[in-house]
């Protein structure tokens, strides 16, 4: 007649140390490479991680610029978009939009009477809404980003 009695499994010492060595080993490499490789570290890095419809932010995220500087993209060809500056949207040319789509530019400098008077001193963030000419806006990508102005 067999034994009912469980199968106790008895490791060393030596082995469950150098197994719990291996994991933890194993988890620090997985937070190196999650962290350096694969995430940006923040707002300021966000222009590392942008799509191919949008070829330059401006300014360059991460840049420190005048509180009256430009802000925009330069788009790959057959894209259009529109600006959220600091959570204000800027879509119209009675906004102050700029827009020169040959050259896939799409622009606002802030000023008396616009939406954006000035850009806040410190830490500014903005948002292009990019979408492809033949699909509309309907079917639109966020970019974002965040610079400094002095």
């Not at 119209?92 to 050259?103: F, S, Y």
Request: glycine content about 8%; aromatic content about 4%; overall charge negative.
């Amino acid at each position: 007649m067999e034994s009912t009695e469980p199968i106790e499994v008895h490791r060393t010492p030596l082995i469950q140390k150098v197994l719990m060595t291996l994991l933890l080993i194993g988890a620090l490499v997985g937070l190196v490479v999650t962290v350096v490789v694969l995430a940006p570290t923040g707002n300021d890095s966000t222009s590392v991680t942008k799509p191919e419809s949008v070829e330059r932010l401006i300014p360059a995220s991460g840049d420190e610029v005048l509180r009256q500087a430009s802000v925009g993209v330069d788009l790959a060809a057959g894209y259009d978009a529109y600006l959220i500056i600091n959570g204000v949207e800027i879509r119209t040319p009675e906004d102050g939009l700029t827009k020169d789509l040959g050259v896939g530019r799409v622009e606002f400098t802030p000023g008396e009477g616009k939406p954006v008077t000035a850009l806040a001193p410190e830490k500014n963030c903005a948002i292009a809404i990019v979408w492809k000419q033949s699909e509309g806006p309907t079917r639109s990508e966020p970019v974002s980003w965040c610079f400094s102005a002095s």
